[in-house]
Structures are given as structure tokens and as C-alpha cells.
């Protein structure tokens, strides 16, 4: 139970006309309930407002936007959620997000059900669940070059086209295999489902303490995606005598790797909180996330259903 004034981050992306509506509904109905907006940018402000002059703040990004608010409420897909957890995470926020883009496989509901959304939201009657992170460092020799973290990869890429990636893997300080290849996935068991799943990495239930590592076109014969231990320490190290290449989290942080330079990858120290509305398990969202045919092949042809 809260005993001080209600506040929710509101994190939209506005470039869609049904992002726009659904942003000035949402900002209306958190108003008359007397829960106070926050937003991030003046022209999400400027939308918002239009509903009834709904009174909102706008909040500077590099300055713990989401410190003291009770929930941070996403409008948009995956990537608009990554964003936002970019800004709850120092501050322990549960964030939820409501799917306006395609699969959307982090945010918990789809665009039919944003009305009985909020409606939760402003009962308070969500439940929270922590998801397992990663943290990534850099390094050159012994000097930290750079410190990041994500909650669905870290990737190492080849920086261009014509080039490939003669990457090194090791797992707990020993070698375990070296190829070239389009790139590495280090990934959560929540990133199972995103980039890695893409690369043909394995579906990772949400409360498995895990780490994958997923090569990405890679020259070897020994190739296949690894699940280490949450303890684990993941290396992904760049060939001295190789080409650049470029390190990515969750798709919204880069930083360019020298030739030499080394990725190193653990279980990250701060989770990401993610607020739930339906009971049910993982299960459910993966077959309904991915449509997936759950009748056996002769049920299905038997009764005439395409599916």
C-alpha cells in the first residue's frame, strides 16, 4: 500500500497515430485517478496535454528520471521497453509495457487490452517479477576501456560487411573454441527470445539462472550455441591480428572494439523488474507470442483447421 502521492513514468514512442491516441488515453484516465505523469521529452508532454490539458512533468534522462515513481508504463514495443528499462533499472522500478508494435515479447499486454491496463495499473494490482541481467566490460591488456550492461544481449559484431570476425570464446578463463564469424551473442535467458533466437540460439525459460553464448555465421565446426552457469565468466576476445569490431547492448548502447580488445560478460549485479498483470506461465506466451501450432499435425488436418 502506498502512502504518499502516486507518480508513473510514462515512455512512448509518438511517432505512430495509434501511439499518439493511445498515449493522450492513457495520460486522461492516470490524471483522473490522481496519479501524476512523468515524461522524458517536451514533445510527449506537448502530445499528452492535448487530452484536457492532462498536467504531466517533463523529466531529464540523465538525471534518475524514474527515482520515486511507482511504475514506468510503456507504450510501443521491445525496443521502446528496452529503453525504458534503461531508466528504471538504477531506481528499482518495475516497468510494464503495453505491445503497440509487432511480436513485443517483453511487454506483458497487447493493444486490445490497454484500457483494462491502466485500470490495473491504477488499482495497483500488478505483481513484480525481477529479471536476471548482464554485465559487460571492456578491456585492452589490463585497462577497462568501458563498463556497460543489458537486459536481452551483448553483441560483438563485425564493424563492416566485407569483413569478419576472427573472435576467440572462453568460458571461465579457458579457451573453448576460436572461428570467424559474423559475430557473438551474449545472452539472458529474458534475450533467449530476441536477437539469440534469431541466430538459432535455444528458448531459455525466464527463471533459469543461465548465460548463452550464440555464434553468429560461424566458420567452425564446433559452433553450436553454449548455457553456462550464471556464475560464469564469458570472454569474447577480438584476434590482435584480426579486424575491429563493434559491441552492442540490447541494441541501444555501441562502443567500437580495437583489434586485441576483449568482451567480458557476467551475470549482471542489478536486475531489471518487470510488472505482471496475468497469471500464467511462460509457456503460454511462447506459443502465443510466436502463434505456434499446438495440435499434432493429423488433429489438425482431420478437422480442416490451417493452422
Not at 484516465?29 to 484536457?52: K, M, S, T, Y
Not at 511507482?70 to 521502446?80: K, P
Not at 534469431?198 to 531459455?204: F, H
Amino acid at each position: 500500500m502506498s502512502f504518499g502521492p502516486r507518480e508513473v513514468l510514462l515512455v512512448v514512442h509518438p511517432d505512430r497515430e495509434s501511439t499518439q491516441d493511445a498515449a493522450r488515453a492513457v495520460a486522461a484516465r492516470l490524471a483522473g485517478a490522481g496519479i501524476g505523469l512523468r515524461v522524458v521529452d517536451d514533445e510527449v508532454r506537448q502530445l499528452v496535454g492535448r487530452a484536457g490539458d492532462t498536467p504531466c512533468v517533463v523529466v531529464d534522462p540523465d538525471h534518475r528520471p524514474a527515482h520515486g515513481a511507482e511504475l514506468v508504463l510503456v507504450l510501443g514495443g521491445d525496443g521502446t521497453l528496452l529503453r525504458a528499462a534503461e531508466l528504471a533499472r538504477p531506481a528499482g522500478v518495475p516497468v510494464l509495457g503495453v505491445n503497440l508494435g509487432r511480436v513485443g515479447f517483453l511487454t506483458e499486454a497487447d493493444s486490445h487490452a490497454l484500457a483494462d491496463t491502466v485500470e490495473r495499473v491504477v488499482r495497483g494490482a500488478y505483481r513484480i517479477e525481477e529479471r536476471m541481467t548482464i554485465d559487460v566490460t571492456v578491456t585492452r591488456g589490463d585497462e577497462v576501456v568501458a563498463a556497460t550492461w543489458a537486459l536481452n544481449e551483448a553483441s560483438v559484431e563485425k564493424s563492416t560487411r566485407e569483413r569478419i570476425l576472427d573472435a576467440l570464446i572462453e568460458v571461465d578463463g579457458r579457451p573453448v573454441s576460436a572461428f570467424g564469424c559474423d559475430g557473438v551473442l551474449c545472452s539472458t535467458p529474458t534475450g533467449s527470445t530476441a536477437y539469440a533466437f534469431s541466430a538459432g540460439g535455444p528458448v531459455v525459460w525466464p527463471d533459469v539462472e543461465a548465460l548463452l553464448v550464440v555464434p553468429s555465421n560461424a566458420h567452425a565446426m564446433f559452433s553450436r550455441p553454449l548455457v553456462v552457469s550464471r556464475e560464469s565468466v564469458i570472454t569474447v576476445g577480438v584476434d590482435p591480428d584480426g579486424s575491429p569490431a563493434v559491441l552492442t547492448c540490447d541494441g541501444l548502447r555501441h562502443i567500437e572494439l580495437d583489434a586485441g580488445m576483449q568482451v567480458r560478460v557476467v551475470a549482471g549485479s542489478v536486475p531489471v523488474r518487470l510488472a505482471h498483470l496475468w497469471d500464467g506461465p511462460f509457456t503460454d506466451r511462447l506459443v502465443h507470442k510466436f502463434s505456434l501450432p499446438v495440435k499434432s499435425w493429423r488433429e489438425r488436418h482431420d478437422r480442416g483447421d490451417p493452422s
